[in-house]
């Protein structure tokens, strides 16, 4: 699907990055191997106060609907309140992202 193309993302992430919304950890496009294999990607979020891998892509293949998943963890995140805010703001930036990526391929394929 042209909506999930690394190169697309890439200009999606770009723009939201223009957004100007506070990033405190590192957004960026990986490489997947699509079922037709085809150039497709997903976006990670690496978070700044957790070490949880998250990743952001559609639900399912020819879905408009994106999903974000928080990877199981082996060892428990303890925060102080103010580790804790941090979290909930990269968390919260990460349901933006999340939010403005379906958008984008809503309208990308109307």
């Not at 879905?63 to 990877?71: A, F, G, I, K, N």
């Amino acid at each position: 699907m042209p909506f999930r193309s690394q190169d697309t993302l890439q200009e999606w992430l770009d723009e939201f990055h223009d957004l100007g919304y506070p990033v405190s950890g590192t957004l960026k496009v990986l490489p997947q191997d699509g079922e037709d294999g085809s150039n497709t990607g997903l976006v990670a979020v690496s978070l700044h106060n957790a070490s949880t891998v998250t990743y952001i892509q559609p639900e399912s293949q020819g879905s408009h609907r994106w999903v974000v998943t928080l990877e199981p963890r082996e060892n428990a995140v303890v925060l102080d309140a103010a580790g804790l805010h941090g979290l909930a703001s990269e968390l919260s930036i990460a349901s933006v992202l999340c939010s403005f990526l379906q958008g984008k391929s809503q309208s990308f394929s109307d």
